[in-house]
């Protein structure tokens, strides 16, 4: 049984950082594509981040770049999320993905995590 869970949200305030976790397990964590999205109240689900196998390609959302970093530790079946410099528009849901073979920007991903609330204050 795959599962994918999420840590690392809360309330904090805007300029703030946050890290977000997501652990993998129950599939070979290096033959997959990880990704993030998030979704606020009211919107839909929104592409943030992906990062292939073994880190090598990365691509973002255009709300987010420059402010977020994926990574991942394949010896910890982990993918990270570091949010920098946060914004009261960042508040959402941050949900980890998994999707077979390569990057992809669209939700079609394979699994999904629970979810994570981030909320920042202005």
């Known amino acids: 049984q795959v599962q994918l869970v999420e840590s690392g949200g809360g309330l904090v305030q805007a300029g703030d950082s946050l890290r977000l976790s997501c652990v993998a397990s129950?599939?070979?964590?290096?033959?997959?594509?990880m990704g993030w999205f998030r979704q606020a109240p009211g919107k839909e689900r929104e592409f943030v981040a992906t990062?292939?196998?073994?880190?090598?390609?990365?691509l973002y959302g255009d709300s987010v770049k420059g402010r977020f970093t994926i990574s991942r530790d394949n010896a910890k079946n982990t993918v990270y999320l570091q949010i920098g410099n946060l914004k009261p528009e960042d508040t959402a849901v941050y949900y980890c993905a998994a999707v077979y073979g390569e990057v992809m920007i669209e939700a079609a991903y394979d699994y999904w995590g629970q979810g994570t609330q981030v909320t920042v204050s202005s």
């Open positions: 990062i292939s196998w073994n880190g090598g390609r990365e």
């Open positions: 129950g599939l070979s964590f290096i033959r997959y594509a």
